[in-house]
C-alpha cells in the first residue's frame, strides 16, 4: 500500500476522548473480577458460607504454610470466569465481525451486570459458579472487542498509548478491588456480597459509555457502510480531510472481503508470524507468574506470616504500583517501542523472582514466618516485579495481537489472543495454589526460567511495530523481518524499509 502515513491528520477532541474512557471501562470490569476473587477467598464469612472445611483448615496453628488454601474447588471459583471467558471470545470474535465493536461491548456490559447480581446474590455454590460463569463471558466480549476498539480508533502516532487505556484500566479495576476488598472485609457477614456485587457500577458505566461511543470507521467500512464510516473517521480525528486515510482503510476491507473464512485463513502459512506472536504473547504474559500475584496476594501475603489485614494492605500497594507504572508505558511505548519494554521487563522480572525465591527457600519454613524485615523486602521485590510487569507484558500483551493481524484475520485471530490469554490465567487460577503447596518457593524458579525463554522469544522473533499503520503491517513488518519473511511466497517490495 502505497499511501504516505505521514499525511494522517487528526486532532484529539473531547468526543475521542470520551470514547477512549469509556470503552476501557471495559478493562475496568476485567481488572476488577481479577482483583476481587483473591480477597473475597481470604473472607472467613465467605469461606464459612460456601468452603467451611478450608475454613477449618485455615485455624489450624500448625498447618503447612504454603498448602492452607490448596483446594481444587476453592480455585474453581477463581477460575471458572476464564473458563466462561476462553470459550465466548470465539462468539465474540463473530459478534465483532457481524454486528460490529460496538454493540459487542454492549453485550459485555450486560453480561457482567448479570454476572454481578448472581454473584452477589448466590445463597448455593452452583449460583455463585453462574455468577462468575456470566463475568467470564462479559470478559470475553470484553476483551475481545476493546482492545480492537481502541486500536482502530486510535491515530497511527498514538496507537500504543490509546491501547495501553485498556490495560491502564485493568490495573484500576484490580486495584479498586483490592480496597472494596479492603473495606468489606470488616462488614461481617456479608463484606463478600458488597465485594462481588460493586461490580454493577462499573458495569452500568460500560453499558451507558456502549451507547455513546462510534462505532469503528474498519468495522463500518468491513460491513458495507462507507458513507457512516467516512462520516465516523471525520468525526474521531476532528478534521475534515480523511481521504488518505480513508483509503487505506478501503484498501483493507475490499482484500478483507475476498476472504470468506477468517479462521480458515488463519491458518494459512501467511498468517501464521501474527497468529504466532499473538499466542505467545499471551501465554508467556501468564508465565511471567503475574497472577500468583494479583489474584492470590492476600493469600500469599499470609503464608509469609502477615496477618490478614496486613496482607490485603499489602496488596493494596501492590495494585498502587501496577497502576502507576502502567503510566510509563503510555508515555513510552510509541516512543521507545515495544522491543526494548519487554526487553528491559525480562531482566528486572528476573532479578525479582530469583530473588523472592532464594528468600522463601532459605527462610521460611513450613511452619513458621518471616521475620519482618525479610517480610518487607518479598513486598518490595513484589513491587519491583509488578512494575515492570506493567509497563511492559502487561500492557503490550493486549497491544500487539491487537494491531498486527491484516483486517481479513484481526478479529479471528484476537480472538485466539484472547483466547491463550484465558486458558493460561485458568491454568495459573487453577493450579496455582496447589503448585505453590507442592513447588514451595521453587514455584518461583520455574517461573524464573519462562522469564528466561521469553526474552529470548523477544531477542528473535518480535518485530518492533511501534509507528506503523496497522493496515500496513503485513509489508513493512511481517515481510521484511529475517525469519517471518519465509512464511511469504513473495519477495517484499524493494522501496520499503523495515520500521
Ligand atoms: C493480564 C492479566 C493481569 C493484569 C495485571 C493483564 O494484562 O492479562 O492477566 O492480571 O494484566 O495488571
Known sequence: MAINDEVFKSKITVYVLACWILAAFGGLMFGYDIGISG?????????????PKIHERKLHATENNYCKYDDQMLQLFTSSLYLAALVSSFGASKACSILGRKPTILMASAFFIAGAGFSAGAQQKWVLILGRILFGIGVGFGNEAVPLFLTEIAPVQHRGAVNILFQLFVTIGILVANLVNY????????????????????????????????????????????????????????????????????????????????????FKRESMPPLIIAVSLQVFQQFTGINAIMFYAPVLFQTLGFKSNASLLSSVITGLVNVSSTFVSIYAVDKVGRRKLLLQACVQMLISQLAIGWILHVHLTETGSLDK???????????????????????????????????????????????????????????????????????????????????IFVVFLLPETKGVPIDSMVERVWKQHPVWKKFFNDEPPKNLQMA
Not at 39 to 51: A, E, N, Q, R, S
Not at 252 to 259: G, T
Open 39 to 51: 480477597g473475597v477467598t481470604g473472607m472467613d464469612d465467605f469461606l464459612i458460607k460456601f468452603f
Open 183 to 266: 473495606g468489606t472485609s470488616v462488614l461481617h457477614p456479608n463484606g463478600w456480597r458488597v465485594s462481588l456485587g460493586l461490580a454493577a457500577v462499573p458495569a452500568f458505566i460500560l453499558l451507558i459509555g456502549s451507547l455513546i461511543i462510534t462505532e469503528t470507521p474498519p468495522s463500518l467500512v468491513e460491513r458495507g457502510k462507507e458513507t457512516q464510516g467516512r462520516a465516523a473517521l471525520k468525526k474521531i480525528r476532528g478534521v475534515d480531510n480523511v481521504d488518505a486515510e480513508f483509503e487505506q482503510i478501503i484498501l483493507a476491507c475490499e482484500q478483507a472481503r475476498q476472504v470468506q473464512k477468517p479462521f480458515k485463513k488463519l
Open 373 to 455: 524485615t525479610l517480610a518487607a523486602i518479598v513486598v518490595i521485590l513484589v513491587c519491583t516485579f509488578v512494575m515492570s510487569f506493567a509497563w511492559s507484558w502487561g500492557p503490550l500483551g493486549w497491544l500487539i495481537p491487537s494491531e498486527t493481524f491484516p483486517m481479513e484475520t484481526r478479529t479471528a485471530g484476537f480472538a485466539f489472543a484472547v483466547s491463550s490469554n484465558m486458558v493460561f490465567t485458568f491454568v495459573i487460577a487453577q493450579a496455582f495454589l496447589s503448585m505453590l503447596c507442592h513447588l514451595q518457593s521453587y514455584i518461583f524458579f520455574f517461573f524464573s526460567a519462562w522469564i528466561l525463554v521469553m526474552g
